[in-house]
């Protein structure tokens, strides 16, 4: 009979139940485990400012590499930039943590976006004096045109 932490599995030739170790009552041997599953399907979230249902919330495409935004911590024309990266990193970053997002700041920075891809290709859109809602747009457009 092989043994490891979580569970007994008989052989073959054994007849005895298949037992959970760690609550000790058998478990159907069709299961491997006891998850529970909602068989009603989850009614859609209501919105939530904070988090919009869109392409950045989502996993990004496995062609993208790094994700680059450029902008400026003053200048006006910025500002959309910045108002968007308050609202939106923490939901990207929980969607997407193995995709570096780098934030590069630098006095008199135009806003842009750069996105890398497979094999070298990169592309980037221009953010300055756009607002956040416009900024997330464009972003979103530069992240679904992978390569």
Do not use: W
């Not at 919009?52 to 003053?74: D, G, I, M, Y």
Request: hydrophobic share 35%; aromatic share 4%.
């Amino acid at each position: 009979m092989l043994t490891n932490s979580r569970a007994v599995f008989p052989s073959p030739s054994d007849s005895t139940a298949l037992v959970d170790t760690r609550t000790g009552p058998p478990m159907d041997p069709i299961v491997s485990d006891h998850r529970l599953v909602d068989p009603q399907p989850t009614a859609p979230r209501p919105h939530d400012a904070s988090m919009s249902a869109n392409a950045l919330t989502r996993a990004f495409p496995k062609a993208l590499k790094e994700v680059r935004l450029h902008l400026c911590q003053t200048g006006q024309a910025s500002a959309g930039a910045r108002k968007f990266l308050e609202s939106n990193y923490k939901p990207i970053k929980q969607s997407n943590p193995d995709v570096p997002f780098l934030v590069r700041e630098a006095s008199g920075t135009p806003a842009r976006a750069f996105a890398r891809f497979e094999r070298g290709v990169e592309k980037r859109v221009e953010l300055d004096g756009l607002s956040s809602a416009d900024v997330e747009k464009k972003i979103g457009e530069l992240l679904s045109s992978s390569a």
